[in-house]
């Protein structure tokens, strides 16, 4: 007789040991980083992240070089104004996933400005060694010199150039909070019989709603209800230090999916942003098969920034995903693929595809672009390309 199947939230024996050596329970944030970043059980420290559409999750940069031939203008029209002020001119991906994105990015800027392959250098960010070398792989295949780099290393010999962060901020950590009965409290997680759950943890500190009254959010009073919960993406403030001290000057572009404060800490959004990913499906358990699933959480827009001009950026500004493709010439290429002459029709019905998944509004171009320069003059009326479509907020 087999044996039952075990549990979709039954807990890892490495996870079980894990939690018992932290003492029974843990902050949501240390849980979400080991079930993605532990080297030998996490999804993306061993590797075990698919992306495109016969893997967990489709990004924008798994759509083919669609993405990166439409962010050419804008990433040229940084470093263009960047390129008299050094000789070295670099481009870091941080969090680069399979490398495809820094790959064609590499190539386009190659064949429109060959007279920087000596002066133009790639530097990736990742931690994940598994997704080291498969970014290895993929820079094979790009004219341009490239080093992967670590934030220390950065830190230590900043360089000038353009910082992008791809559905990056989405993958950190992030701490959840509620409002329990006796006041709001963080939700910690424990093992209970065997199966992973919420616990509570420890009393708000008096910091938290102070941050997010900065952003216009009340705690206090009845607007949120006994059993409300959220998340509070302390990670990023570090991460957008750390940005802050690999550029000497240049520009931090951020893409990912997000709200403002408003809509993120809405009563009507009772259980957050958080979700689970696998095979193309999406589901609300943070338990799911821990290790072997992505865990993601939406970006809040006004958190990021606040955190961000704290750790030096000026703030440029922001637009939803469709709204800055179509600021670069997205219809433009729509209009040339219903020509009859050209690439095959199966290759224009593909490029279609991957164009219009790329700003449709339930999805991809529902992204949230967040642009910030630090050590530059600040740019004219008319420079940010992307930048100019109407709609800043969402």
């Known amino acids: 007789m087999s044996p039952a199947p075990a549990s979709p939230t039954a807990c890892p024996l490495w996870l079980q040991r894990r939690l018992q050596a932290a003492g029974g329970a843990v902050s949501f944030a240390t849980y979400m980083e080991w079930v993605l970043q532990d080297l030998e059980h996490g999804y993306y420290g061993r590797g075990r992240v698919a992306f495109g559409r016969r893997g967990d999750f489709v990004t924008a940069a798994s759509l083919g070089p669609t993405l990166a031939t439409l962010l050419l203008p804008q990433v040229l029209q940084c470093l263009d104004s960047l390129a008299t002020t050094t000789e070295v001119l670099s481009l870091v991906e941080w969090g680069p996933g399979d490398g495809g994105l820094s790959r064609d990015l590499a190539i386009l800027l190659a064949q429109a400005r060959p007279q920087w ?128 001290a690999a550029l000497q000057q240049g520009w931090l572009w951020c893409l990912d999916y997000g709200h403002n404060a408003r809509r993120y800490y809405s009563p009507q959004r009772p259980t957050g942003t958080l979700m689970t990913y ?18 993601t959480v939406h970006v809040c827009t006004d958190l ?23 600021a670069l010439g997205l219809a433009r290429r729509l209009s ?35 642009l910030f320069h630090q050590g530059c003059p600040p740019p004219a009326p008319g420079d940010l390309l992307a930048f100019q479509a109407p709609g800043g907020k969402d």
Not at 361 to 366: Q, V
């Open 278 to 295: 696998a095979r193309q499906q999406a589901m609300g358990n943070p338990f799911l098969r821990p290790g072997e699933m992505d865990l």
């Open 304 to 326: 990021l920034r606040h955190w961000a001009e704290a750790a030096g950026w000026t703030w440029c500004g922001e637009v939803s995903q469709g709204q800055g493709l179509l």
């Open 336 to 370: 040339r693929l219903g020509e009859t002459e050209g690439s095959p029709l199966a290759q224009r019905l593909a490029q279609r595809e991957a164009l219009l998944r790329l700003v449709d509004p339930a999805g991809l171009g529902g992204f949230r672009w967040l």
């Open 117 to 244: 392959r000596q002066r133009l250098q790639l530097a990736l960010v990742e931690a994940s060694p598994a997704l080291r070398q498969r970014q290895i792989r993929q820079l094979q295949r790009q004219p341009l010199p490239w080093r992967h780099a670590h934030p220390a290393e950065l830190a230590a010999a900043p360089v000038t150039g353009v910082l992008l962060a791809n559905e990056l901020l989405d993958a950190l950590p992030v701490e959840r909070f509620t409002r329990a009965e006796d006041g709001w409290r963080w939700q910690w997680v424990h093992c209970h019989r065997g199966h992973l759950d919420w616990c509570p943890g420890p009393p708000l500190p008096a910091e938290v709603p102070a941050l997010l009254e900065a952003v216009g959010i009340h705690l206090a009073g009845d607007a949120f209800p006994v059993g409300w919960s959220s998340e509070l993406a302390l990670s990023q403030r570090s991460w957008c230090e750390a940005a802050a």
